[in-house]
Nanobody, 116 residues
């Protein structure tokens, strides 16, 4: 069994910051890419940031320059530092991990609410 456990969501005022964490545990041989998705009410789930095993990153235009994804391979953990938060960043945030020979796994989601 593989589990991804997220933490760090919550309520923050516009302009504030939050840091999300996601730790993978269980029968893991190796993790390739890791990422963060979000889904706002009434909208489709979207990929906002990803990071390869070697550290290269990609961001959605909506978060570029404000969010930073990073990972600690020794801890099988991915982070999302979110700065200059806006009300439109309000969503449930999900982490993902692409495991070798196992496919993509998802976290349970963590709520981020940004008040204006």
């Amino acid at each position: 069994q593989v589990q991804l456990v997220e933490s760090g969501g919550g309520l923050v005022q516009a302009g504030g910051s939050l840091r999300l964490s996601c730790a993978a545990s269980g029968s893991i041989f190796s993790i390739n890419a890791m990422g963060w998705y979000r889904q706002a009410p009434g909208k489709q789930r979207e990929l906002i940031a990803s990071i390869a095993s070697g550290g290269s990153t990609n961001y959605a235009d909506s978060v570029k320059g404000r969010f930073t994804i990073s990972r600690d391979n020794a801890k099988n953990t991915v982070y999302l530092q979110m700065n200059a938060l806006k009300p439109e960043d309000t969503a449930v945030y999900y982490c993902t991990a692409d495991l070798s020979f196992r496919g993509k796994y998802w976290g349970q989601g963590t709520q981020v609410t940004v008040s204006s």
